[in-house]
């Protein structure tokens, strides 16, 4: 499973690529506004320092200009996906720039129906929000699930990008069922770690080391 970091704070995605935590990066336009960074400076440090996919996104709503706004966003550096929202046009968008051999990202999908026309349409990969859909009381897991079943099913090589986590139950639900990519933001990754149990052992030890009177170093 690749992780992706949702977020355009350039620290957070530092400190988890560190650690070799990341696979690729996405972004929106509420993330760079959260930055406050100018969207090209920004997303320029971030492709120099990951190697993988990062996802910039176009806010044209029409497709001719969702393609001029792309093509630019995609001259930042060759491991840009161009981000598109699920409309007619974002998915015009997309056929062209898959056409061209871009990365496309194909983002704000809520339904199975979506995802199938994005894969037709020639995506990298399919971003279903699953948070976004648990907020209304529908089961994002389960579109997930609906989708991984569907591209097996014809062999569509599109990847799914599981977003919109909001918690790391999130991940290692969609992980059991096999979703190719997951994007979360840095807190959600780093809570993968914790484990209450861990914390209560490691307490115990030190406190026994203690009483040893024992240095390693
Ligand atoms: C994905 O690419 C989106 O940037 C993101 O996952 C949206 O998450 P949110 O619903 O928490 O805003």
């Not at 079943?149 to 919109?164: C, H, P, V």
């Not at 979360?184 to 149990?197: D, G």
Request: hydrophobic share 50%; aromatic share 6%; glycine share 6%.
């Amino acid at each position: 499973m690749k992780f992706f970091v949702d977020t355009a704070d350039v620290a957070a995605i530092k400190e988890l690529n560190d650690l070799g935590m990341v696979d690729g990066v996405t972004t929106n336009p509420s993330l760079i506004l959260k930055s406050g960074r100018d969207i090209l400076e920004v997303t320029k440090e971030i492709c120099d320092m990951v190697s993988g996919p990062v996802s910039a996104e176009v806010v044209a709503t029409e497709a001719a200009d969702m393609i001029a706004e792309g093509l630019k966003l995609a001259k930042i550096a060759s491991n840009i996906a161009i981000k598109v929202p699920l409309t007619w046009a974002g998915l015009t968008a997309c056929k062209a720039f898959a056409s061209e051999g871009h990365m496309v990202n194909v983002t704000l999908c809520f339904s199975a129906a979506q995802a199938i026309l994005a894969a037709k349409a020639g995506a990298t990969f399919i971003s279903p929000f699953i948070g976004r859909l648990d907020d209304i009381n529908l089961d994002g897991v389960q579109l997930i699930e609906d989708i991984r079943t569907i591209y097996d099913n014809y062999g569509f090589k599109t990847e799914i990008l599981a977003a919109s986590i909001r918690s790391v139950n999130h991940i290692t639900d969609v992980a059991r069922i096999g979703a190719d990519v997951i994007t979360a933001p840095p807190s959600v990754i780093k809570a993968m770690a914790n484990h209450p149990l861990t914390d209560k052992g490691l307490e115990q030890f030190l406190k026994d080391w203690a009483k040893t009177g024992q240095k390693i170093v």
